[in-house]
């Protein structure tokens, strides 16, 4: 994706974790927005 960044894929190749390296030195964290998250697909498959 970009240096000091790393995406993280499951078996079936669906985006399971983002880690930043040294997040707190690159990116402004004290708000963080989501434009949208698949919520609605957990909530229906947690038991």
């Known amino acids: 994706m970009a240096p000091g960044i ?3 894929f499951d078996a079936t ?3 399971v974790g983002i ?3 040294q ?3 690159n990116v ?3 708000r ?3 434009i949208a998250l698949p ?3 957990m909530a229906a498959t947690a038991e």
């Open 13 to 15: 190749g669906r985006l």
């Open 32 to 34: 963080l927005e989501a």
């Open 23 to 25: 997040a707190s030195k």
């Open 28 to 30: 402004e964290l004290s």
């Open 6 to 8: 790393v995406l993280d």
């Open 39 to 41: 919520l609605g697909a």
């Open 19 to 21: 880690d930043i390296d």
